[in-house]
Structure formats: structure tokens, C-alpha cells
Nanobody, 114 residues
Framework: QVQFVESGGGLVQPGGSLRLSCAAS????????MGWYRQAPGKQRELVAR???????DYSDSVKGRFTISRDNARKTVYLQMDSLKPEDTAVYYC????????WGQGTQVTVSS
């Protein structure tokens, strides 16, 4: 059974950067497309970035050009580099499979505020 543990969130000023990490347990990682999702208060969870097993990437329009997703299959870890952060990026960030997400982890809180 796979579990995801997200880390790296925090409080950052507008224009700042953060790098999130998500470590996956279990064997189901390298062959799967992974996604970073976020959920802001009062809003539905949304996909912000995904990366395929061959490391092709795709981003939502709201983060394109500012966020970069990457993965290290040997470490079973997926990363999200977030630059030029905006207050509207404030949310809890989660990782999961892109297709058929499993149980969600606790996520990591990102707060962008001056």
C-alpha cells in the first residue's frame, strides 16, 4: 500500500521560492505519472503539475512558468520547485498518482503573505 509524505512548505513573502518534496513508500512509483495538487480554504483540490514516468511535464495555467515539477525514481520522490510565489498560491499541497489517486497524505501548508 502506497503512502505519500509531503514536506517543504512554510511561510514565504510574495515573490519568494519554496521547494516541496513528496516521498512515496511502496513499489508503485517509477512507472506512474505523478501529480502535485493543492487545496485552498473553501475550494476544491486542483491539479497544478504532473510528470510522467518518462519525465514529460504539464502545468496548470495558473502556475506555468513559475513552478517546476521533477522526480527522482531512485529515491521515489517527486519535487515541486515554486518560484515567484503569489498570495493566491496559498494552499495545502499534496502529491498523488495522476491516474486513480490513492489515499491522500497530510499535505504541506504553503502560505504566501507579506
Amino acid at each position: 500500500q502506497v503512502q505519500f509524505v509531503e514536506s517543504g512548505g512554510g511561510l514565504v513573502q510574495p515573490g519568494g521560492s519554496l521547494r516541496l518534496s513528496c516521498a512515496a513508500s511502496g513499489s508503485m512509483f517509477s512507472g506512474y505519472t505523478m501529480g502535485w495538487y493543492r487545496q485552498a480554504p473553501g475550494k476544491q483540490r486542483e491539479l497544478v503539475a504532473r510528470i510522467s514516468s518518462s519525465k514529460n511535464t504539464d502545468y496548470s495555467d495558473s502556475v506555468k512558468g513559475r513552478f517546476t515539477i521533477s522526480r527522482d525514481n531512485a529515491r521515489k520522490t517527486v519535487y515541486l520547485q515554486m518560484d515567484s510565489l503569489k498570495p493566491e498560491d496559498t494552499a495545502v499541497y499534496y502529491c498523488n498518482y495522476y491516474v486513480s489517486p490513492r489515499a491522500w497524505g497530510q499535505g504541506t501548508q504553503v502560505t504566501v503573505s507579506s
